[in-house]
């Protein structure tokens, strides 16, 4: 069974950063794409940014682009979302996600695609 584990989260003021981090194990890593949603009070999960299985195509939304950035090290398991220039909107639980419903080098943007989520790590960006 896949299980996700995210860290890296919690409070920074506007226009600092934080690396979130995401570990996956109980299957091989390289099988599955993966995603970063959030999720606001009141508000319904969203995409942020998503990394094909190859590591080598990354896709972001719109919201985030410029700003943040994800990778992976396919030899630690692990998806990283880096986030510089946070702003108070950027609040939210964020959540990784694993689907190995992609092919090698189409990341996936759609929540439904994804399998298996972790429990999400809270970030929170002051004004």
């Known amino acids: 069974q896949v299980q996700l584990v995210e860290s890296g989260g919690g409070l920074v003021q506007a226009g600092g950063s934080l690396r979130l981090s995401c570990t996956l194990s109980g299957r091989t890593f390289s099988n599955y794409g993966m995603g970063w949603f959030r999720q606001a009070p009141g508000k319904e999960r969203e995409f942020v940014a998503a990394l094909s299985r190859s590591g080598g195509v990354t896709l972001h939304a719109a919201t985030v682009k410029d700003r943040f950035t994800i990778s992976r090290d396919n030899a630690e398991n692990t998806v990283y979302l880096q986030m510089s220039s946070l702003k108070p909107e950027d609040t939210a639980t964020y959540y990784c996600?694993?689907?190995?419903?992609?092919?090698?080098?189409?990341?996936?943007?759609?929540?439904?695609?994804?399998?298996?989520w972790g429990q999400g790590t809270q970030v929170t960006v002051s004004s």
């Open positions: 996600a694993a689907t190995s419903r992609s092919y090698i080098n189409s990341p996936v943007s759609l929540k439904n695609m994804y399998e298996y």
